[in-house]
């Protein structure tokens, strides 16, 4: 079977060298036609501009390639009359190929616009068909399926002509029936609407819609009814596809955004839920977490700018660390003194909020920081034609989920999970049983402020760095811990994920204002219902 | 003219070479004048405001140096309201009343303008707005030297309109919630039904201040696009850009597809950005970094320059943008109306603006209406390079006057454009 694998893909290979002999053989190599690089580089209108790159691509002259690439990287310069690829300090002539060291002062860009960039993308894309390697002719043949374009269909039928997988020939089809859509004889053009059903890309949608569409006067703007018929059919395929792509973006979003809130309150779960102190400053400790991964990111640009990629690797126990004797040194300083008095907590917690961002402006300043994403975490998967899940908010929702795995697993496992329970429970008996209490109290507050330095972590990924990086999650926190009932770790994960969910949903409808008032509004109705739920002295603090 | 600066820089020389022989006696005869600077250091606005306090600074020190506004020093009086709409107000009542600014230079968002416009109309102050805006105001107090929106909206449009742009057939307006996005928008929207296009091809959305989560609205722009050639108008302001930019590229969204052209986002917003996913955005303004004529070159070096000398968080990367340009444009306005008034009077100085000209890094010498109170401006539509710096794709032969009451909104048919003083009502 390896073996037969093998035997094919090297006759592929061969099949296509010959190909590509054949068509060397017919079209010799000549020197790029100076007028038409001229033409490129220097007409005035985009018209001239676009008639030189299709000249460029029919010509299927070898040279043309690299000359469009570097146009569309932005390296192409003129300097005189010559036109120049310039690679670093150096500079090829793009019509007679000799070198040219150093680069000319007097050289400036070729500027491109937005409707030039998009005719050189699919000319790219359009020359790549004819590439060995079939991850290469895929993707070219996706780039041409997003943008198709007249000019491209000569190549397009000759790659077609040639082409034997089966699914770079199904996107080859799907760009030579946008193309043939509007024009062409009737069988084509239907042949064309049919092929066109079978696409999940939401440009579909938009090359179909003509199709159908009434013009002002009330008539239709396609007479033949036959094809309105058809592309009727096609059009509700094409959108039964984009409608399962749209809901499960949707579904992804709120997951998304669940995480975010999950991962910010859980800290909270803890220090509010289960010891019952109210901490004003947790949002606080998210943006200490923020910061400490801002430091380490610099120390990684400064030392090991190698290793840049790998900085949240140091960055995610450094903020755990930052926060969580944060934490402690707040416990043993302030909140200790004021168990049982929730009032005085909050007073002083949130003093204690105001000098933390005080502090970080004064060492920061007051401007946001730059966090940068790892190469590895920008961009997204394609995981449907018209859904792209960003790695971010990938990474970021595994990062909650194994989060809400550990501090599972810490409170039910070791003797420190078994403490703080005790303790909640029944301070007393735990006492007496020789716990020491004050040392639990300090670890478990130092646990959950670590937690939220996790979160500072993973949000400085998505969002802003600044000193009020705190103050936009500490109410939602609050309302997550609120809703999925105080004492409770499973809760705080389910309200999490919940209200991301009903956020988005309610955003996806009527816009991202609303959204947030009217989850506020569920927020007010749930605790009119439930008025334990907020404050409610609960645990340690009934005891004392 | 070469051997005129070098006699000025020798008068210069010999001056600052006396003055430090005998400094005690002159400091203490210096005169001086006071002067506010209002933007917010701090909160969701300060990525875009604080640069425009230092470009202030900067031009208060290159005045001083060349002998100040009519041989006053410029002491400059900064405040930070913290991106808080009502501490604009009060900071600004504190200029006025307790250290008696001669003039303000100031605000960012139309919110805080608009919040400090009646302490200005009732103290009968005198504040330069750099920024570009709504239009819809024309106060006695206040001189605009940011674009209306003939100056910046509707030639965007238009270009996105054209072929060259991308021929938009559908519209996506996207805002931050408040005055500024919503006019903007309204204008846009009666502009856009003069242009055939229908409300069903329009659709505007407003998120608040400080969003940072784009999913939900990105999944949205796309499936708009499906009905159509789409381009999106952002009006987002603040710190939101960097989510939004974000999120348009790890979606994937290119220029070519959906280009997004947008009113404030400028060299310093994208500073915190990737910003090879967005080459072809597209952003109009007045001024670009990327011009190329000798006074911005110039301006350029001098920023660049004092960033160093004052160690300057940006020092490594200076950049210079439109807001920018325009702060440095209105306090020169300022102290030629001064020297011309003879006075620091605020009324005097008024009547003396109107008509100045200068010389601006937009490489135009540019000129105050003689009555409207806004500046004639150049308008470029620059596309993001690779780097963050903007190509400029499309521009005006000139600079243009400004119609700060839109011509497309039916309720201004028939305002005069003319600022007229408000008289106290006792």
């Known amino acids: ?544 | 003219m070469k051997r005129r600066a070098f006699v000025k820089g020798l008068a210069l020389g010999a001056a600052t070479a006396a003055s430090g022989l005998i400094a005690p006696r002159i400091l203490a005869a210096e005169k001086t004048v006071k002067v506010g600077v209002l933007h917010s250091l701090s909160g969701t606005m300060a990525i875009s405001e604080t640069v425009l306090k230092d470009i202030d600074l900067m031009t208060f020190e290159e005045i001083n140096r060349k002998g100040g506004v009519m041989g006053h020093r410029i002491v400059p009086v900064v405040v930070d309201p913290a991106s808080n709409w009502p501490l604009f107000a009060e900071k600004a009542r504190q200029l006025l009343t307790v250290d008696k600014v001669a003039a303000v230079f100031g605000c960012w968002t139309s919110v805080s303008r608009k919040s400090v416009l009646p302490v200005f109309e009732e103290l009968n102050g005198l504040l330069f707005y750099p920024v570009q805006y709504e239009g819809e105001e024309l106060s006695y107090n206040v001189f605009y030297t940011g674009a209306a929106p003939n100056q910046q909206a509707i030639p965007a449009v238009e270009y996105l309109m054209s072929e060259d742009g991308g021929g938009a057939k559908r519209f996506f307006l996207l805002g931050t919630d408040y005055v500024y996005p919503r006019t903007t928008n309204k204008i846009l929207r009666y502009f856009l039904h003069s242009k055939g296009i229908t409300d069903a091809d329009i659709e505007e959305v407003y998120t608040p201040f400080g969003h940072s989560d784009y999913q939900t609205i990105v999944a949205n722009i796309k499936k708009f696009a499906g009905g159509g050639k789409t381009a999106v108008v952002s009006t987002i302001n603040g710190d939101s850009n960097v989510p939004f930019y974000k999120e348009l590229g790890n979606q994937g969204l290119k220029a070519t597809d959906i280009p997004v052209v947008a009113f404030s986002v400028g060299e310093e917003e994208l500073r915190g950005v990737d910003t090879k996913p967005l080459v072809g955005q597209l952003a109009a303004w007045n001024y670009f970094m990327s011009l190329k004529n000798p006074v911005n070159t110039a301006w350029k070096a001098e920023w660049a320059a004092y960033t160093k000398r004052k160690k300057l968080p940006y020092a490594d990367r200076p950049l210079t943008n439109d807001p920018m340009e325009a702060s440095y444009v209105g306090i020169h306005m300022w102290k030629q109306a001064v020297e011309k008034a003879g006075s620091f009077d605020v009324d005097k100085v008024i009547a003396a603006v109107g008509g100045q000209k200068f010389s601006a890094p937009d490489g135009f010498t540019i000129e105050m209406d003689p009555h409207n109170h806004h500046l004639h401006k150049p308008v470029f539509i620059g596309q993001v390079r690779a780097d963050g710096q903007f190509d400029v794709v499309w521009k005006t032969k000139g600079p243009i006057k400004a119609q700060p009451w839109s011509p497309y909104l039916p309720e201004d048919k028939g305002k005069k454009e003319i600022a007229v003083k408000m008289t106290k009502k006792t």
């Open chain 1, 1 to 544: 079977m390896a073996k037969l694998h093998i035997f094919a893909s090297v006759m592929r290979v061969v099949l296509a060298l010959l190909a590509l002999a054949a068509l060397g053989l017919a079209r010799p190599a000549l020197a790029l036609d100076t007028a038409v690089v001229h033409k490129l580089a220097f007409a005035e209108t985009s018209e001239d501009k676009i008639a030189a790159i299709n000249a460029l691509v029919e010509s299927g002259d070898e040279q043309a390639e690299p000359l469009l690439k570097a146009l569309l990287a932005g390296s192409v310069q003129t300097s005189g009359d010559r036109v120049l690829i310039i690679n670093g300090s150096t500079a090829i002539d793009a019509v007679t190929g000799e070198k040219i060291s150093p680069v000319p002062a007097d050289a400036s860009d070729v500027v491109l616009n937005n409707r030039i960039r998009g005719v050189l993308d699919s000319a790219v894309s359009a020359l790549r068909l004819v590439s060995h390697d079939r991850a290469t002719r895929l993707k070219a043949a996706r780039e041409l399926a997003d943008d198709p374009r007249a000019a491209a269909l000569p190549v397009v039928d000759r790659a077609l002509a040639r082409e034997t997988d089966p699914e770079i020939k199904g996107l080859l089809r799907i760009v030579a029936a946008s193309v043939h859509l509007h024009a062409g004889s009737k069988i084509e053009r239907l042949a064309a609407i049919r092929t066109l059903a079978s696409s999940g890309n939401s440009k579909t949608e938009t090359l179909l819609l003509p199709l159908v569409a009434k013009k002002p006067d009330g008539s239709w703007a396609e007479p033949d009814a036959e094809i309105r018929v058809a592309a009727q059919t096609s059009l509700a395929d094409v959108r039964g596809r984009l409608a399962w792509g749209e809901r499960i973006g949707l579904l992804f979003a709120g997951l998304s955004l669940g995480s975010i809130l999950m991962i910010a309150a859980l800290g909270l779960a803890i220090t509010y839920g289960l010891m019952g102190v109210i901490n004003m400053a947790h949002g606080e400790l998210i943006m200490l977490g923020a910061y400490a991964t801002y430091v380490v990111q610099n120390l990684f640009h400064a030392y090991a700018p190698g290793a840049f990629d790998w900085y949240l690797v140091a960055a995610v126990p450094t903020a755990f660390a930052v926060s969580g004797i944060a934490g402690m040194i707040l416990e043993r300083t302030v909140i200790r003194w004021l168990y049982g008095r929730p009032l005085e907590t909050l007073l002083a917690t949130w003093g204690i909020s105001l000098m933390l961002i005080q502090a970080v402006r004064s060492v920061f300043g007051a401007q946001n920081v730059q966090v940068d994403n790892p190469s590895w975490m920008s961009g997204g998967v394609q995981a449907l034609p018209n859904l792209v899940l960003p790695y971010s908010r990938i990474v970021i929702i595994l990062f909650a989920a194994a989060v809400v795995a550990g501090i599972w697993l810490l409170l039910t496992r070791p003797r420190l999970g078994l403490y703080v329970r005790g303790v909640t429970q029944n301070r007393a008996m735990a006492s007496c049983l020789g716990v020491p209490t004050a040392r639990v109290d300090t670890l478990a507050f130092g646990l959950g402020c670590a937690i939220a330095g996790l979160a500072g972590c993973a949000l400085s990924q998505i969002g802003n760095v600044g000193p009020a990086l705190g103050k936009g999650y500490i109410v939602d926190s609050f309302m997550v811990v609120v809703l999925g009932g105080v004492g409770q770790l499973a809760g705080t994960v389910y309200a999490g994920i919940g209200l991301g969910l009903v956020n988005k949903l309610i955003e996806s409808w009527s816009g991202a204002v609303i959204a947030k008032i009217a989850v506020l509004v569920f927020i007010i109705i749930f605790i009119q219902k439930r008025p334990q739920g907020l404050f409610a002295l609960k645990g340690r603090a009934v005891e004392a």
